[in-house]
């Protein structure tokens, strides 16, 4: 299984970045997909994941209402939308995968980063 991410970048506080993982070596519709990132001296974090039926579930307060996750299956695709961007997530993002019915992301891709600055 590989995930590729990409749409990274530096982006000033309030604006918008749109992050997409291309997965590739998985019958896609059958992988819950999701992303993590990490900060600088921080543990990794949970943000959101999607089930193959387009079921998402996010993480708690610090990016509710700001972040979307979607996916398109006939694209292998999952894509993070971002917006209203703050200092606080500046940090490297992972997409992931599991298969659908387990608990555990195998899968990691090797991230990309998002700077946020004032």
């Known amino acids: 299984v590989q995930l590729q991410a990409s749409g990274g970048g530096l982006v000033q506080a309030g604006g918008f970045l749109r992050l997409s993982c291309s997965a590739s070596?998985?019958?896609?519709?059958?992988?819950?997909m999701g992303w993590f990132r990490q900060a600088p001296g921080k543990e990794r974090e949970f943000l959101a994941s999607?089930?193959?039926?387009?079921?998402?579930?996010y993480s708690t307060d610090s990016v509710k209402g700001r972040f979307t996750i979607s996916r398109d299956n006939a694209k292998s695709t999952v894509i993070l939308k971002m917006n209203s961007l703050k200092l606080e997530d500046t940090a490297v993002y992972y997409c992931?995968?599991?298969?659908?019915?387990?608990?555990?992301?195998?899968?990691w891709g090797q991230g990309t980063q998002v700077t946020v600055s004032s």
């Open positions: 992931v995968s599991r298969p659908s019915g387990t608990n555990t992301f195998n899968y």
């Open positions: 999607i089930t193959w039926s387009g079921f998402a579930t």
């Open positions: 070596g998985q019958t896609f519709n059958t992988y819950t």
